[in-house]
């Protein structure tokens, strides 16, 4: 029997042939706003591509930050920011903002908390 050696790169598929080129999301979406998918969704996903139909996955059975995504997908930050900034306008995510826009400085300290938090571990 002949054992077949596998590549060390893996399936490599450099990140921008995943976003066509682009670098730059359509909007800006915070790492820790929330995203979710519809079943309906999830299923349109399946033929807007792989990568997106992954994402969609995700989302589907629980709402997960853009942060969350990338790691369960384990797509770089800057790819996963782009496709999610995409189906968001194409209506295969739901953006829930985290935080209203006035109340920046709370949300700051918040912040600040939560890192201070991780810090300590």
């Known amino acids: 029997m002949e054992h ?3 590549d060390p790169r893996g399936a490599l598929v450099r990140p921008y042939a995943v ?3 682009r ?4 909007q800006d979406i915070a790492l820790e706003a929330v995203l979710s998918a519809s079943a309906t969704a999830v299923a349109e996903a ?3 591509g792989h990568d997106k139909y992954r994402i969609a996955t995700v989302c589907e ?3 997960q930050s853009l942060a969350e995504v990338a790691a369960y997908t384990r797509m770089p930050l800057g790819v996963t920011r782009v496709l999610v900034a995409d189906m968001v306008a194409e209506g295969l995510l739901t953006l829930h903002t985290a935080a209203p826009a006035e109340g920046f400085e709370e949300r700051m300290e918040i912040l600040g908390r939560v890192l201070s938090g991780l ?3």
């Open 4 to 6: 077949r050696r596998e």
């Open 19 to 21: 976003t066509r080129g």
């Open 23 to 26: 670098t730059e999301p359509r």
């Open 46 to 48: 399946r033929f807007a």
């Open 61 to 63: 059975g629980r709402a």
């Open 119 to 121: 810090r300590r571990l």
